[in-house]
């Protein structure tokens, strides 16, 4: 019998495992994979070590701060800054044909790019800023409503709006053509004003210390651990089934499966409503090149672009829509002082893909659609950064199917449920969400996620008043 059974062993239930564990629960997470981290994963092909996921840690803070959602994750996982490693972005950029807004960690450089190219927007940019400074995270009503429409009371020029959107959409939107304003004011905070941050080992180094720190604290880890229900009985979860028929008891159930897919696992629901299912899923082509990218001219952490007449942001009809896209190197952080250095550069570009259409083509067809999209995609990149495909010697694409093989989400989609479910409840009073769809998105969202619904279930055991629910350390 385990106090906590945590479903999937991605960043969200990992860190809940371990808030967990160092109140003396007795812990178990289950992953249906032989490797850890979900979403944010890692392989080895060919001799090379890629990232799953893993554009960029947003929410990056300098060592030492104190405030901020990185500096309360460390607090409450008792981790040091070190531990993670992270070395600075260089400076990213949104890029549309019209204009180009560079920005980098803090809201500072976006600031004089928004007062540089929309000189009659910057005081409506300011309101906007106060909008998202005032906003209330924990308001389940304010955090749905409409951003397209904040934003057209707020600003005038049309093409701000959109170059605003697009990285905030890419890099953590479930719904299509609009966004929460909630979602938008945490990504806004995550991404502009605090920014990217990246250790030179990659996703790695985070997986291997999180699971390290859980074993240390007598948390078990069962991979090939697929569940095949949870059951229900008198209103309350008492277990799981496993695939290979193991029944687990447990007296609180975490999951990091999905909203759609945990309601599907339990056996008291006949009929799993779809209605907030996500649809969104992407492409990601990588180039590994014989030099760094900045050699090539590259000198960007990440670029977002864009050139339709407006930010088209919904799942294509066609394999990918290669119309707008985020590219990203890893070598492009500033690792000074850790005395390592790229063998190789790499370069990954994502497109919006549609599960479907490539779910629907055979193993032959697959193939060649993989190399006739990754050259699609990578034509349509480089009309926005120095073309860099004569410098190519080794190329690896995962697609919404990859996506969905190692993550069990429908359709495989990455952010989850169009609706939110911030303090992450279900029908059943033990039941509980963590991660994408309760609005938690990126590594260290996904964390704080884990954390939130770890402390809702040790109010339980604590009193309302220890320090546990308020980040002490």
């Not at 209103?235 to 759609?260: C, H, P, T, Y």
């Not at 008291?268 to 090149?289: C, K, N, P, Y």
Request: contains cysteine; proline residues 3%; glycine residues 10%.
């Amino acid at each position: 019998m385990y106090d906590t059974v945590i479903i999937g062993a991605g960043m969200s239930g990992l860190a809940a495992g371990i808030r967990l564990a160092h109140y003396d629960q007795r812990v178990c997470i289950l992953e249906r994979h032989t490797t850890i981290g979900g979403l944010n994963s890692f392989y080895r092909l060919g001799g090379r070590d890629f990232d799953v996921g893993l554009h960029a840690v947003t929410n990056f803070t300098p060592k030492g701060a104190r405030k901020g959602p990185l500096a309360r994750l460390l607090r409450q996982l008792r981790f040091r800054w070190d531990d993670f490693a992270l070395a600075p972005q260089i400076g990213s950029e949104i890029a549309f044909p019209q204009e180009r807004l560079q920005f980098g960690n803090g809201i500072e450089l976006l600031e004089s790019e928004v007062a540089r190219a929309f000189p009659a927007e910057r005081d409506a940019f300011a309101n906007l800023m106060e909008k998202i400074v005032d906003y209330d995270d924990l308001n389940q009503e304010l955090f749905e409503i409409s951003t397209r429409e904040i934003l057209a009371e707020t600003i005038r020029d049309p093409l701000l709006i959109e170059m605003l959107l697009c990285p905030l959409m890419w890099y953590g939107n479930a719904r299509e053509g609009d966004m929460d304003f909630g979602q938008f004011c945490i990504m806004f905070r995550s991404i502009f004003c605090e920014g990217f941050g990246r250790p030179f080992a990659g996703v790695r180094l985070i997986l291997k210390n999180l699971i390290r720190k859980f074993r240390r604290l007598g948390g078990e880890l069962k991979t090939r651990a697929g569940v095949d229900h949870i059951h229900v009985e008198n209103g309350r979860a008492i277990g799981l089934v496993l695939e290979n028929g193991q029944e687990i008891e447990a007296a609180q159930i975490i999951s990091s499966a999905g909203l759609v897919e945990t309601m599907r696992l339990c056996d008291d629901v006949s009929q799993v409503d779809t209605t907030h299912a996500g649809r969104l899923s992407f492409m990601e082509a990588i180039s590994v090149i014989d030099v760094e990218p900045q050699d090539v001219g590259l000198e960007k952490t990440v670029v977002f672009f864009n050139d339709s007449e407006s930010f088209c942001w919904e799942r294509p009809d066609t394999l990918i829509d290669a119309r707008t896209g985020v590219i990203c190197s890893p070598n492009n952080y500033a690792y000074t002082g850790q005395g390592e250095t790229f063998p190789e550069g790499m370069i990954r570009i994502t497109a919006q893909a549609n599960f479907d259409r490539w779910h629907a083509l055979d193993e032959s067809s697959y193939q060649q659609e993989k190399t006739k999209s990754y050259n699609e995609l990578v034509a349509s990149a480089v009309r926005f950064i120095p073309d860099f495909r004569h410098r190519v010697i080794a190329t690896d694409i995962f697609t919404p199917t990859t996506i969905r093989r190692f993550t069990g989400h429908d359709q495989g989609t990455v952010y989850g449920a169009t609706h939110k479910i911030l303090d992450g409840h279900t029908h059943l009073p033990n039941l509980h969400l963590c991660g994408t769809d309760q609005g938690f998105i990126g590594i260290v969202g996904s964390m704080m996620g884990g954390i939130s619904i770890a402390n809702h279930c040790l109010s339980g055991v604590h009193s309302s008043d220890s320090p546990i629910l308020e980040g002490g350390s």
